[in-house]
Nanobody
Framework: EVHVAESGGGLVQAGGSLRLSCTTSGFTVDGYAVGWFRQAPGKERVGVSCFSKYDGTTYYADSVKGRFTLSSDNAGNTVYLQMNSLKPEDTAVYYC???????????????????????WGRGTQVSVSS
């Protein structure tokens, strides 16, 4: 059974940093993608970034490019989202999602979309004060 869990959210002042972690377990294949999404109050859930363990490709939404960075541990079971220069508009519940993949460039297509993921975490709150 596949499990996905996020951690690392919290309250930070504008300009500060947080690191979110997404830990996966239960995958029986080596190739999968991890996506980060966020949902602000009253708004739709949108894609923030994607990391494909299958081919190492990444994606960042324009709103976070240059401020957020993906990385993973050596075992590849945990993907981190380092968030720097946080802004009040980054306030949202952040969700991690995972999907087995066996094709390249997943983060160029379905990896950016909600429908591209079958397994979801419960979310972690990130609040940025001005």
């Amino acid at each position: 059974e596949v499990h996905v869990a996020e951690s690392g959210g919290g309250l930070v002042q504008a300009g500060g940093s947080l690191r979110l972690s997404c830990t996966t377990s239960g995958f029986t294949v080596d190739g999968y993608a991890v996506g980060w999404f966020r949902q602000a109050p009253g708004k739709e859930r949108v894609g923030v970034s994607c990391f494909s363990k299958y081919d190492g490709t990444t994606y960042y939404a324009d709103s976070v490019k240059g401020r957020f960075t993906l990385s993973s541990d050596n075992a590849g079971n945990t993907v981190y989202l380092q968030m720097n220069s946080l802004k009040p508009e980054d306030t949202a519940v952040y969700y991690c999602a995972a999907q087995p993949v066996a094709v390249g460039s997943y983060c160029s297509g379905y990896g950016r979309r909600l429908m591209g993921y079958e397994y979801w975490g419960r979310g972690t709150q990130v609040s940025v004060s001005s």
